[in-house]
């Protein structure tokens, strides 16, 4: 009697821990569902040997000896703005893509921005350089400058940010495209052939 209410039990359980929603995804006993986002830097922003001041700081950084990208995720609720998900963080070491797998509950309305930025290499993604992420408690919906040691000429200031909106998740195939990042700003960059009387007024790194 008792193995065979045990064995009705764990068959329960079994039922319970995953099993179809009304949106036909499999969720647990959460209601939640498996989700995988891929992220990816422009098409341009492509390695490429030397250094380049007409590309971005992807081309330029030592990923080699001195910097990692970053890239980071929010995932919103549309409903109130509250984070749906605890930040999430990847680092790679010359990687133009990542992928975040996470869980949420169907049939919300739900918004994922993205941050990717360098980073001293070896750093476990959490402690910023030149850009505070989360100084405000705001996250990415408030990201700002870090001024200390600013220099002029800094290749690794580079940065690229992207967001999607998904209304009524209700499939996975909501998910396949990946977010493409752009750069939230633009690069000034001054090209003159006489640099000879130009030295007075060229930019120092400093």
């Avoid at 994922?112 to 001293?120: E, S, T």
Wanted: charged share 25%.
């Amino acid at each position: 009697m008792k193995f065979r209410l045990f064995a009705l039990l764990a068959l329960v359980l079994g039922v319970v821990s995953c099993q179809k929603d009304p949106y036909g995804l499999e969720v647990d006993s959460k209601g939640e569902a498996a989700v995988t986002l891929n992220v990816a830097l422009p098409d341009d922003a492509t390695r490429a040997a030397g250094t380049d001041s007409a590309q971005g700081g992807i081309n330029n950084v030592d990923l080699i000896n001195a910097y990692d990208i970053r890239y980071i995720l929010e995932v919103y609720n549309l409903e109130d703005g509250k984070l749906a998900k605890e930040r999430m963080t990847e680092v790679k070491d010359t990687e133009t893509s990542a992928s975040f797998s996470f869980r949420l509950i169907p049939g919300r309305n739900y918004k994922f921005v993205v941050w990717a930025d360098f980073v001293n290499q070896g750093s476990d993604g959490k402690v910023d350089l030149h850009y505070n992420t989360d100084a405000t408690g705001d996250g990415l919906r408030n990201v700002t400058v870090v001024t200390n040691n600013w220099k002029v000429i800094d290749e690794s200031r580079d940065a690229y940010t992207g967001f999607k909106v998904v209304e009524n998740f209700s499939s996975l195939s909501a998910l396949t495209e990946p977010i493409t990042l752009t750069r939230p700003f633009a690069k000034l960059r001054v090209v003159t052939n006489d640099i000879k009387e130009m030295i007075s007024v060229r930019p120092a790194e400093v």
